[in-house]
């Protein structure tokens, strides 16, 4: 459970960061639909990817019917979480609908950017679309 | 009239809704369902690893979702639709709007579960690789959603292009056979690129010596493997944007439906076909690293000869469009 609060953790604060930064700057250019609409689908997004890691343990740690009834809610009141921002940007004038979508992807925007860079910026793991160095290969733990 | 017209938006609104949240459903749960199960093994067999097993599980999870979030988003558009403003058009509009996303989130529900699952089951394998079999996972999934984005795409398009002045026979039929060439033809190329980034995964924590070659023969078969739902979006494009005459048998329309239907069913096969290509050739690099030329050769012939079998719908599909 801590390696996934980490990383709920992680992924989360920067989502939120960049909603927030990304909002304030269409607040500024008069383009207040959009950073609101942006920070709602984040926030919603946010949630759902928590209760998804919540949830996880749940599912594996006990009985399979149990586990069938768990994941059914889970998907269900996660799903109907996901609606209330779109319902909301549908009915309220003042969130932007396209923002409120690209604010329901910013966790998995957030995970495929963050390996991303730290495959080709942040590490050491440049190997991936190149050969590998012979003696970093060697580190490596074969259990197979 | 007026009304009548009206209350038909609504129903076939409400079934667009249904079908697009009902049918996206399928993918992702049986491509979280895969996921968790092949979770379940890894943790059996090291149970000390546990928490990598379930970050692995829980970032491919929520990659695997995108598909049904997709749905969830058109079936929202489409239950509080704003109905003043409607013709007797928009209620095939609105049927195939929801059809075509529906159809086009099962694939890639079910691609980009398998690459995960695969990955939980790596990771057992060979621990000290999990951070390049986590950012193959992601890359793979992430691919393996461009069909259901391609469906989304052609669901927007019908939903938001103005079909105002197009004569409703046969339009209503050529918005119906852009739903189901675009949803449908996304099906098999989810499932084929779901199979590649599984291999993918598996390849690498067999063999993380091949591992550049085992990424870059993957990219390759998932980019040939995808072609068959740029095809349905095709002729969704062609069947949306093209005007064509009004006609009063009703042979034309079925034409055009038919156009939609051939190119959707068509392409499923060899989505699914090239896949099973490029899954042999990116498994078998890993354990025969020297043959990787030999199998990339073999891979995109066996994946032009499955591809066929989709250029000929494609083909039927343009002469049911133009010719007929």
Request: proline fraction near 3%; hydrophobic fraction near 50%; glycine fraction near 12%.
């Amino acid at each position: 459970m801590e390696e996934i609060r980490k990383v709920q953790k992680r992924y989360c604060s920067i989502a939120i960061t960049f909603a927030i930064f990304a909002g304030i700057i269409f607040f500024l250019f008069g383009l207040k639909p959009i950073g609101k609409g942006l920070i709602l689908g984040t926030i919603f997004s946010i949630i759902n990817f928590i209760l998804m890691g919540e949830t996880l343990p749940l599912k594996i740690g006990i009985s399979r019917n149990r586990a069938g009834v768990y994941s059914f809610l889970s998907i269900l009141s996660r799903y109907a979480l996901l609606a209330i921002p779109l319902v909301l940007s549908i009915k309220l004038a003042r969130f932007n609908i396209g923002a409120t979508v690209c604010g329901l992807f910013m966790v998995q925007l957030v995970i495929l950017t963050d390996e991303i860079l730290h495959q080709f910026y942040f590490s050491n793991r440049k190997d991936l679309f190149f050969k590998p160095k012979k003696n970093r290969t060697k580190k490596l733990l074969w259990k197979n | 009239m007026t009304d009548d017209i009206q209350v038909w938006v609504k129903v076939a609104a409400f079934i667009g809704g249904g079908m697009a949240m009902g049918f996206g459903a399928i993918g992702a749960a049986i491509g979280e369902g895969y996921t968790a199960a092949k979770a379940n093994e890894a943790i059996a067999r090291s149970p000390q690893i546990s928490g990598d097993l379930f970050k692995t599980m829980l970032l491919g999870q929520a990659i695997a979702e995108t598909a049904s979030i997709f749905a969830l988003i058109i079936a929202m558009l489409l239950l509080f639709a704003d109905f003043s403003n409607v013709s007797t058009l928009t209620i095939s509009i609105f049927l195939s709007s929801g059809l075509c996303m529906g159809l086009g989130a099962i694939g890639s529900g079910i691609g980009s579960g398998l690459p995960t699952g695969e990955a939980c089951t790596g990771i057992v394998r060979q621990p000290g690789m999990k951070n390049r079999i986590t950012t193959i996972m992601l890359a793979g999934s992430a691919i393996a959603q461009s069909p259901a984005i391609f469906a989304l795409v052609t669901s927007l398009i019908l939903l938001f292009v103005d079909f105002t002045g197009r004569p409703v026979s046969p339009t209503w039929a050529a918005i119906i056979g852009a739903g189901f060439a675009s949803g449908l033809g996304a099906i098999g190329s989810g499932i084929g690129e779901g199979l590649v980034a599984k291999s993918g995964c598996e390849g690498i924590a067999r063999q993380p010596l091949a591992a550049t070659r085992t990424t870059n023969v993957m990219l390759l078969g998932m980019a040939v493997t995808e072609t068959t739902a740029i095809y349905g979006l095709l002729i969704a494009c062609i069947l949306i944007f093209k005007s064509f005459p009004a006609a009063e048998s009703i042979a034309s329309s079925m034409a055009l439906l038919g156009a939609g239907l051939c190119m959707g069913i068509g392409a499923i096969g060899p989505g699914i076909g090239e896949g099973f290509t490029a899954q042999s050739a990116v498994k078998w690099i890993s354990r025969s690293e020297s043959s990787t030329a030999q199998l990339t050769r073999s891979m995109l012939v066996g994946q032009a000869v499955a591809e066929s079998t989709g250029i000929y719908a494609l083909v039927i599909s343009l002469v049911l469009i133009f010719v007929i």
